[in-house]
Structures are given as structure tokens and as C-alpha cells.
């Protein structure tokens, strides 16, 4: 009689456990998990942060789901390379991968680099160190000298254990004399848990008083959270019509159940005001994310999230993929701003991804805009979001009165960009002590300069964009890729001197042109390539709400969400500027920015003004915003939209097929064209050279694809790209589902 081995020595001892083999999402290009075995002992589970070799290197990973049932467990895992180790964080919940799953499979994706985005803070994988604290003992030093008296006086009036640097700070001495007195035994060291980020904000601290529509509008938005799984509310409502306070609500409603709060703002990183306000309301400002903070910040936001310490963030759009231990609410607050748009290795759109999560977390989304999005309009028609209407601004502050001002009856002086009624409305806010905003969405002093000889143009060497002057910086640049170079004294072309001419203006430019006009009047240009960077534009802005200024200069970067008390007039300098560049939004999007610039007039009650230059005042959206008449506008965009089937009412997908050689680019576009599949409802237009046809060097064509709204996109454009011609490495495509821009 044989012996089946294994059930005689199971009934004596259990054999160690067999290696597993389990699927990791990596941080590469590649459209499937890596295969990797669990050494023995090594506890992991699907979602948990490991490290994994990758040829010579070792990369972070997440081991994903599907590890019983898939290829990977019939491996051996002897063949296959182990798990190096496992961080001692919280695995990625379900619901954060299945997330992950779902925007990667939507945005076609490599899911590893989804992934990436949820653990961008390798270091804070590991819990952070305690910190040393020295509690006083008391007793006398050796040698007492004033140094050590004002320690040891200050040490004695606190309970908590103290910091070696906080107490040597406190009491301003050097770390030295806190250090001497430990040695002769007055401290006592222990180990602290290290502090928190941010305190813990109170959802009763400072409960607003809410009427009228605020207060009707805020109690539908708390009922849905208070009722609990997925919803989605859009708040619509004026620019100063008190939106921040309901959406505020319905976060202390949230934080009531004891749930996590994401507030995704499109420039977080220049809202210091955003942070302060909601400090008035809870008692303890929101942790901020977004690329500007210190890694060691990062770092503690991101445990904070994990852990369940942080209640609410604050963040720019990567903060929709921090992995939340118990997220129970999502606010999309300018939920138009193009800024929620990624077009980096993963292009998604944070407002759209937003509602995803809010579904597969079965918790409430928030959406918030004074013009929110025709896809989020058109949502709200269908009764797929539920709309609150705030109509009028708070308290007694009016909307501007907003004239526009026909450039073709009221030209500037030669050489000059500002009408004579425009110079009037700022002479006249000057004379009353109140601010002016001048807006002109282009940096720089001029977008073009040329040769007043040859007409040599300076051009980029490596994108088909202008070089544009800074004055300031004495620099032509190139705002596609960075290239600057010293603005040149002679043409290089034939070589004249000092006849090289500015075309067009930018904000510099019309900074001087200011200064001409009011050389006693305190000027600022306010734009992105500010010296000093964040910082430093953070400190202007507060200088501005201050009243230290008279006439601000600026790009969009002034246009958002700021609150200038003392501002009453807003000038736009060219409104015509966004409307004729070929994007199916650009009606919107021009209606948006034009609205948001004159609504930073006139937020405290103040009696103020817009004036808007424009070549067309008949323009539908040149009426739409003197006229008030937001819904007109809306009605008719919606409906050319649905008549040409474009989104929301149809799907669009953009191929850019970029390569070193304008033919190897174009021949690459064509032969994936070629390999389209034929399916009713979806069509496929071009190549064409891309609007920017060069961009750092490499020539781009570009497919668009268009799709009836059931249409199946996603499978469309695998099977072409499976068809299409072999990846070359020379050959880069980028897909971008439900793309923002066409350039
Ligand atoms: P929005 O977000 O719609 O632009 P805000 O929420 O910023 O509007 O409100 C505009 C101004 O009115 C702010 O200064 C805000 O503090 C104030 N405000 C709004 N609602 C209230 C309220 N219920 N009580 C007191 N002040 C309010
Ligand atoms: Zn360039």
C-alpha cells in the first residue's frame, strides 16, 4: 500500500505555506500587472504597498486583485521573483482600486501609472519617527546663569512635554543651553507621537446664519449627505452669491458622521484666503495638496489621509486620487475650470473622475460654479444632478454694471491697446481710491517680435510657437516648452541694430501703458512667471485685498475666486481673444473667463464696473454677458452642441501622433487611421498637422474621433491601436479621451 505523503506529515506538522504568486501593478507603461511571489512569512493582500524588483532597479507596486483566479497563481513561484518588502501603511481599499480600475480602463491607461498617482509620497510609506520631548523635572543645575534660569522659568509653566528646538526657541537661547541642562538631569527625554499636519476642524465652531435661497439651497445639499450613498448636486449660482458657505454645510454634515472630506479647487496653491475662511468656520484650516508643498508636508498630508488622521482636504486636482481611509463627500468647486484637466501621462478630467469616485464610494459629489460646464448643465437638465440656483449675490453687494466698449468706434492712441474710456473708468476709480483690474490673459510684454528691415520673426528652434518678449527678465521665451534666450540687440537674420519691433500686446506691455497714463498710481503686473514664484504671488495678492494697490495687471491667475474688497472695476483688455482658436469651446470657455475676471468687481458692496474691449460686440457671447442673460447663452450653446453632436451629446477622442520626422509622424497617423475598425456611430477624422504642428522637437499629427453619445469608444480605439502599425520607439501617441484642448 502506498503512502500519500502529504496526509501523513499534515497530521504531524504543517509544511511551511508555498509561496504564493500574486499580480503588482508597477509604476511603467504596460497594460497588465507583473507577476511576483510572496516569500514565506511576508503577509500581503490585495492593495497593499510593496517594494519589487524590476531588473536592476526596485520600484514601489500595489498588489492588485485577481491574484486566486488569474495566470499568475498557476505560476511557479520559484521562476518568478519575490515581493523585496512590504510597507508598513494601510493597503488601498477596495474601493480605491476598483476606482483606479475604472479610470484606467475609461482613460485607457496603463494601470500601474494610475496607481502611481495614489501613493506619490513613497517616504510617508513608512510611519513617520517619533519625535523626543523633555518634560522638566525640576531641581537645580550646577551653574545657573540667565540663560538657563529663562529655560528652566519657561519650562515650568507647561504641562505638555516640550521640543529640544521648540523650548530653545521659546525661551530664545541656543540649543546648547537646553542640551547642557538635560545632561545635569532637570529633563526627562520621551518619545512623542509626531504632531499632526493640521488640527482636527469642528463642524459647530462658527455655524453661519443662513436665509432666503442660501438657506434653502444648503438644506437640500445637507439633506442628501445626511441621507448618505451617491448623489450628485451641482450649485449654480452667481459669483458672490455666498456658494462657499452652503458647500460648507454640507461639509460639517459630513464630518458629523465622521466621515473624510475632499475639496478639489483649481489653484489651491494661490487661495491662501480659501484656507482662512474655512479656518472661521471649523476652527482648523483644511491640509493643503498640491505640487507647491515640501516633500516632508506631502509626506504627513498623505499619512494623514491614510490614517484617518486628516479629516478635510484641500487640493488641486491630483488630490482626487489620495487614498482616503473613509471618504464621504467630494466639493468640485469651479467645476468649469479647465484646470481640472490632466494632460500628462494620464489625461483625465478631476470633475468627471470626481463623480466616478462619489459612485464607486457610494458617497455625495458637490459640483460648484458661477458658470458651470454645458456637460454639467446638460446633466442637471437630465436630472442626473440634482441644480440649486443661487441667483443674486449676498448681503447688499451688487454685480458689476458691465458695458462692452467697440474697439472699432473707440481706438486706442497709436501704440496703444487701452481705449479712451477705459483710461476714463480708471482715472475716475483712481479718484475715489478704488482699485482697478486690468485683464489680459498673455504674459509677457509682446506675443510676437519681429525685424523692422527683413521682417525676420523669432520663432521657437524647437516648437512652431512665437517667441514672446519679457521685458522684465530681458528674455524672449517660448511658452510651449521654456526655450528663452536674451533678447537680441540685432536682427539675426540681416543684422540690423535696434530694429527689432513688439507686436501685440501682453501684460507687461500694458503695465507700461498704465504707468504712462498714471505715473503716481501704485501698479502691478500679477501673472505666473512672477519672480519669486507662488510666494511671492501669494504676498501680492494679500497686498492687493489690502488696498495697496491701485491698478492690477493680470492673467487669468487674478481671475479666480479671490475677494478684492476695494475693487470696482475690471477692464478687459482684449475679449476677443479666446473666442476664434478653432475649439468647439471656445464660445464657453470665453463666457466662463469673462465672467469670472468682471465678477471680482464689486463683492462688498460697492457700486462697480466692466468695461470689455471687444472688435465684436454682436458677438452672442459679448451679449450674453452684458446682457445678464446666462441662460440664453446656455439654451443656444446647448443646442448647437446636441445639432452637431458634440459633447455632452456625442463622444470625442483625440489621437496625437508625434515623432522625430514630419513624414514619419504623418505615415505613422495615416496607417492608424488606417486600421480603424468599422463601426456604425463612430467616425474618424483626419490626420492633420496638429495646430502646434512642432512641440520640443517633435512633429504632431492628430486624429480625432467622434462618437455618438452610447457609443463604445474605449473599444474602438483598442482594437485600433492593436491594429494599427507596430510601436515604434520613435513614435509616441498620446490618447485623450473626451479632450479639452485641440491644439
Ligand atoms: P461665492 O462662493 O458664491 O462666490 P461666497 O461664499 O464667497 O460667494 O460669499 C460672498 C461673500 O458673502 C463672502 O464674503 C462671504 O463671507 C459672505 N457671505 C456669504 N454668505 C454669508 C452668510 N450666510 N453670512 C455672512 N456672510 C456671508
Ligand atoms: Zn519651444
Given at each position: 500500500m502506498s503512502i500519500d505523503s502529504s496526509s501523513l506529515f499534515g497530521a504531524l506538522f504543517t509544511p511551511p505555506a508555498m509561496a504564493r504568486v500574486v499580480p503588482v501593478l508597477v509604476p511603467l507603461p504596460v497594460p497588465v500587472a507583473y507577476s511576483y511571489a510572496v516569500p514565506d512569512g511576508m503577509h500581503v493582500e490585495p492593495g497593499s504597498v510593496v517594494q519589487v524588483p524590476i531588473g536592476p532597479r526596485q520600484v514601489i507596486g500595489v498588489v492588485w486583485d485577481g491574484g486566486d483566479d488569474a495566470s499568475a497563481s498557476k505560476l511557479d513561484p520559484k521562476k518568478v521573483r519575490p515581493i523585496t518588502l512590504v510597507f508598513d501603511c494601510p493597503p488601498l481599499s477596495k474601493e480605491m482600486r476598483d476606482f483606479i480600475d475604472w479610470v484606467a480602463a475609461y482613460t485607457l491607461s496603463p494601470p500601474g501609472l494610475v496607481a502611481r498617482m495614489a501613493i506619490r509620497a513613497p517616504a510617508a510609506l513608512d510611519p513617520e519617527p517619533m519625535v523626543e520631548g523633555l518634560r522638566f523635572l525640576g531641581g537645580q543645575p550646577e551653574r545657573l546663569t540667565p540663560a538657563r534660569t529663562r529655560v528652566m522659568e519657561l519650562a515650568a509653566t507647561q504641562e505638555q512635554p516640550w521640543t529640544r528646538r521648540g523650548l530653545a526657541h521659546a525661551a530664545n537661547v541656543s540649543l546648547s543651553v537646553v542640551d547642557g541642562l538635560m545632561a545635569q538631569g532637570v529633563f526627562e527625554t520621551l518619545f512623542l507621537a509626531p504632531p499632526p499636519v493640521v488640527a482636527r476642524p469642528d463642524q459647530d465652531f462658527a455655524e453661519p446664519r443662513l436665509e432666503g435661497p442660501q438657506k434653502a439651497a444648503a438644506e437640500e445639499i445637507v439633506a442628501a449627505v445626511a441621507k448618505g450613498g451617491y448623489s450628485a448636486a451641482l450649485i449654480d449660482g452667481v459669483t458672490g452669491s455666498g456658494k462657499t458657505e452652503v458647500y460648507f454645510e454640507a461639509i460639517a454634515e459630513s464630518l458629523r458622521q465622521g466621515r473624510q472630506v475632499l475639496i478639489l479647487l483649481p489653484e489651491i496653491a494661490l487661495t491662501p484666503a480659501f484656507l482662512e475662511r474655512f479656518e472661521a468656520r471649523f476652527g482648523a484650516k483644511p491640509a493643503e495638496w498640491h505640487s507647491d508643498l515640501s516633500p516632508r508636508v506631502r509626506e504627513k498630508v498623505w499619512r494623514g489621509v491614510v490614517t484617518g488622521e486628516v479629516r478635510v482636504v484641500a487640493g488641486a486636482r491630483s488630490a482626487l486620487f489620495l487614498p482616503f481611509e473613509e471618504l464621504g463627500l467630494i466639493v468640485v468647486d469651479e467645476e468649469h475650470d479647465p484646470a481640472y484637466k490632466q494632460e500628462d501621462r494620464v489625461f483625465y478630467h478631476a470633475r468627471d473622475m470626481a463623480v466616478v469616485r462619489g459612485r464607486i464610494g457610494d458617497f455625495p459629489v458637490v459640483l460648484v460654479s458661477a458658470t458651470p460646464s454645458v456637460e454639467s448643465q446638460v446633466n442637471g437638465l437630465a436630472g442626473r444632478y440634482n441644480t440649486v440656483h443661487l441667483p443674486t449675490r449676498f448681503g447688499d453687494a451688487a454685480l458689476p454694471d458691465l458695458h462692452l466698449v467697440d474697439m472699432r468706434r473707440h481706438p486706442p492712441e497709436r501704440g496703444g491697446f487701452l481705449s479712451p474710456i477705459l483710461l476714463r473708468g480708471i482715472k475716475r476709480t483712481l479718484e475715489k481710491g478704488e482699485q482697478s483690474l486690468l485683464f489680459l490673459n498673455r504674459r509677457g510684454y509682446a506675443p510676437l517680435t519681429l525685424c523692422r528691415v527683413c521682417g525676420h520673426r523669432f520663432q521657437c528652434p524647437q516648437c512652431s510657437s512665437w517667441l514672446v518678449e519679457h521685458r522684465f527678465r530681458n528674455q524672449i521665451q517660448c511658452h510651449q516648452c521654456g526655450y528663452s534666450e536674451r533678447t537680441p540687440e540685432a536682427c539675426p537674420d540681416c543684422g540690423t541694430l535696434d530694429h527689432l519691433v513688439a507686436c501685440g500686446p501682453g501684460v507687461e506691455r500694458i503695465a507700461e501703458e498704465v504707468e504712462k497714463h498714471f505715473p503716481d498710481a501704485r501698479t502691478i503686473v500679477l501673472s505666473?512667471?512672477?519672480?519669486?514664484g507662488v510666494k511671492r504671488i501669494r504676498l501680492e495678492l494679500e497686498a492687493i485685498a489690502k488696498g495697496d494697490v491701485d491698478i492690477v495687471i493680470g492673467t487669468q491667475l487674478v481671475a479666480k475666486g479671490h475677494n478684492f474688497p476695494l475693487m470696482t472695476l475690471v477692464g478687459i483688455v482684449d475679449a476677443d481673444l479666446g473666442l476664434s482658436n478653432g475649439d468647439p469651446r471656445a464660445a464657453e470657455r470665453t463666457f466662463q473667463l469673462l465672467s469670472q475676471v468682471t465678477g471680482r468687481a464689486g463683492r462688498t458692496g460697492l457700486k462697480s464696473h466692466g468695461l470689455i474691449q471687444t472688435f465684436q460686440p454682436q458677438h452672442p457671447v459679448m451679449q450674453a454677458i452684458v446682457s445678464g442673460d446666462a441662460h440664453a447663452f446656455y439654451e443656444r450653446e446647448i443646442e448647437e452642441r446636441q445639432k452637431a453632436v458634440l459633447p455632452p451629446f456625442g463622444r470625442l477622442a483625440s489621437l496625437i501622433v508625434s515623432a522625430e520626422t514630419r513624414a514619419e509622424a504623418e505615415t505613422h497617423a495615416r496607417a492608424l487611421r488606417a486600421a480603424a475598425p468599422n463601426v456604425t456611430g463612430i467616425s474618424v477624422l483626419g490626420p492633420a498637422e496638429a495646430p502646434l504642428a512642432l512641440v520640443r522637437g517633435r512633429h504632431r499629427f492628430r486624429l480625432l474621433v467622434h462618437g455618438r453619445r452610447n457609443s463604445d469608444m474605449q473599444s474602438f480605439l483598442k482594437t485600433m491601436i492593436a491594429q494599427g502599425p507596430k510601436a515604434r520607439s520613435s513614435v509616441q501617441i498620446q490618447l485623450d479621451v473626451d479632450p479639452q484642448s485641440f491644439l
Open positions: 505666473s512667471d512672477m519672480l519669486g
